[in-house]
């Protein structure tokens, strides 16, 4: 199946680059491009992408408010935001996370890495740049914004312990491999549980279910040294 890809990003030139780069793989297109935050909305709800390539800083309406708004949509809940930035703050990755979106990379990736981050994102697995570390993350999701709310741990309670189990240790940033080498299973079944934690607590992607875990208290962040 084909991964439909929307292109935001202020610069012409480097939305023709990523174009190009993108439809010359087979299992992914371009349907669309947008030049700033408002626009990247419009389009998305046109175009219903798989996943939006959004940068942070554009004219108008930037890349974060734009995820917000594409994030909090029903209509779109299975389109997923990669935000790419030359910016890569720890404010804006917290930002962006919040946001609701599924991961966040540096412009000055290899061209192999974004094709890769553009298909683990569609899968609807969270990425992070390896600037966007895991004691960054803990830092920042731990506390929410001044205007926002922490998530209630009752609504931890529709999961089994195993479930519980396996989202604390996505929320460390174990991969499933890790976490089925940890319980001696399949990787797939680890997988599993993740989806079906997802499920019960409306969580788009596995970041988002990152955020549930550290803002219900599941995972408490680690102390700043």
Known sequence: ??????????????????????????DLEVVAEAADGREAVEQTRAHHPDVVVMDIRMPGTDGLTSTAEICADPDL???RVLILTTFEIDEYV???LR????????KDIAADDLLAAIRTVAS????LS????RALITRFLAAPEPDGHLVPPERLAALTDREREVMALAAQGFSNDEIAEKFVVSPLTVRTHVHRAMAKLHARD???LVVIAYQSGLVQPAPER
């Open 1 to 26: 199946m084909t991964i439909r890809v929307l292109l935001a990003d202020d610069q012409a030139l480097l939305r023709q680059t990523f174009r190009i780069l993108i439809d010359s793989c087979a």
């Open 77 to 79: 809940s299975a389109t």
């Open 94 to 96: 917290a930002r962006a």
């Open 99 to 106: 946001a609701g979106a599924s991961g966040f990379l540096g």
């Open 124 to 127: 609807g697995d969270a990425l």
């Open 130 to 133: 390896p600037a966007a570390t």
């Open 206 to 208: 596995r970041a988002q």
